[in-house]
């Protein structure tokens, strides 16, 4: 996937290397790319339309940073759009409760059969205890699943959550009666109330909704979804949407492989913030919805992400510019090999920039295999800082004599330094190449 999509990018924006602005029809090209990458990411077809068409609109006519490919600078704009779908970046603020009103508070769990509501009524009971210091009953109106009501007690043992007694035959609306009744004589400060799920959405399910949350008037009406069955989920949300006053959506089982697409689908089918995400079985598997991190898991894509913002922050033009006028002129010493190692350094170590390049994941295997690691970047700063001003701009003056001495300025060995030179060679013969095919603009746009 991660490979996919930029690859499939890079062959649309191949020809395009360093050119200034996006153009419609490139756009277009890359934007189908795209398209097909939001599927396979289980984004429902509606929203992934909606989004294309809002992403379009928005590159078109986008000038490409210097330092990046357009493919890489599109990958950015629909990053940035997708967190600005999902909820933009302020995670932490999405997912706090409303809980200023008299208490008892009513929050209403609502969710189908498995998707994980118990479990998560019981974790957001116990974040609100231990994060905000609540005073929280929780109270299970599922009288359809035998032993739900059981699953609710044991799981506020877990929690060290009250949980409300429980007597046998009553029906969901007396149920909620007493634990308002409960909570308000007891002076809890929210009340959370699990409701019953079924396997299907169906109207018996919406009915029995719609009176609990008539009786109870909840403040937030939270629905649980699981993030593994994608499509699935959207049905669901749709069902829901409209029947109760939904307030946010818990989006569970993102510890799973789950691509997240839901996660986007959820936002625009409900119009309502995804507040938390289920991370896990245990009962502090809970986190606040972090937008960002969520986007990157649908594109695959946010090390490039990444790149192209560190490429924005901390290379230099005048470096850059040096270098590709030194390239275009079939010349690039040691020197030059440092500069690049030492903004390797700067750009977050060689792991980073090996995923950070599409179809770079083979390399960073064979680099992790071969025990090659930042160390390495140091050492060769270290060999190539040894050796004299003229041997860094004419490597071919090393003769063996001279490479022991380099090797035992910097504490290393003759095969070290070798490794140094035959890098330098290399890169020095794939610039060359690069040189052929797009000349002095295709370098600064590699290297910018
Ligand atoms: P309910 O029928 O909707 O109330 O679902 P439950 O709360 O009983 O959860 C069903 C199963 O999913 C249980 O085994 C939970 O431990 C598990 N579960 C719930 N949330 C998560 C989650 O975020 N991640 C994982 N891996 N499992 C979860």
Do not use: W, Y
Not at 174 to 197: P, Y
Not at 212 to 240: H, I, M, R, W, Y
Not at 300 to 317: N, R, T
Not at 368 to 380: I, K, N, T
């Amino acid at each position: 996937m991660f490979e996919s999509l930029s690859d499939r990018l890079g062959n649309v924006f191949d020809s395009l290397r360093g050119r200034g602005a996006l153009k419609e029809d490139e756009v277009r090209a890359a934007m189908r790319e795209v398209r097909i990458a939001l599927l396979e990411a289980d984004v429902a077809l509606p929203v992934v339309r909606r989004f294309i068409d809002k992403v379009t609109e928005a590159a078109i006519g986008q000038e490409v940073l210097r330092s990046v490919t357009p493919g890489q600078q599109v990958v950015k704009i629909v990053n940035d759009a997708l967190v600005e779908m999902l909820g933009g970046e302020d995670g932490a603020a999405q997912a706090k409760l409303d809980l200023e009103a008299k208490p008892p508070v009513i929050v209403m769990m609502v969710g189908l059969q498995g998707s994980g509501k118990t479990t998560s009524t019981a974790k957001i009971a116990k974040r609100l205890k231990e994060t905000e210091g609540k005073k929280v009953l929780m109270a299970s109106l599922d009288v359809n699943r035998p032993a739900a009501q059981e699953q609710l007690a044991v799981l506020g043992e877990q929690a060290g959550v009250a949980t409300l007694p429980i007597i046998a035959g009553q029906q969901p609306v007396e149920i909620a009666n007493r634990a308002m009744q409960a909570a308000k004589l007891q002076s809890f400060d929210v009340l959370m109330l699990d409701t019953a799920g079924r396997l299907h959405v169906d109207e018996a399910l919406m009915a029995e909704m719609k009176a609990v949350a008539a009786v109870a008037t909840p403040k937030e009406v939270l629905l649980v979804v699981d993030a593994l069955t994608g499509q699935d989920a959207v049905n669901v949300a749709q069902s829901f949407t409209g029947e109760v006053p939904l307030t946010g959506v818990v989006l569970t089982r993102m510890d799973g492989d789950a691509r997240g697409g839901a996660a986007l689908s959820m936002r625009a089918v409900t119009g309502k913030p995804i507040k938390f995400a289920g991370t896990g079985e245990k009962l502090d598997a809970i986190e606040p919805f972090v937008p960002s991190r969520v986007a990157n898991r649908i594109l695959g894509m946010g090390d490039i992400v990444s790149m192209v913002e560190k490429a924005a922050a901390s290379v230099k033009e005048e470096d850059a510019e040096r270098l590709a006028k030194k390239m275009a002129a079939g010349k690039f010493d040691l020197d030059d090999l440092r500069m690049q190692l030492q903004q390797m350094t700067k750009m977050g170590g060689l792991g980073a920039i090996a995923g950070m390049m599409p179809g770079m994941k083979k390399a960073k295997a064979a680099m992790a295999q071969s025990g090659m690691d930042d160390r390495v970047l140091l050492r060769m700063d270290a060999i190539i800082s040894s050796m004299t001003a003229k041997e860094r701009a004419n490597p071919a003056l090393l003769n063996a004599k001279r490479k022991k001495r380099v090797a035992s300025g910097s504490g290393t060995q003759v095969q070290d330094v070798n490794k140094v030179l035959k890098m330098h060679q290399e890169m020095s013969k794939a610039m060359k190449q690069i040189k052929k095919m797009g000349g002095l603009k295709g370098l600064g746009a590699l290297f910018g």
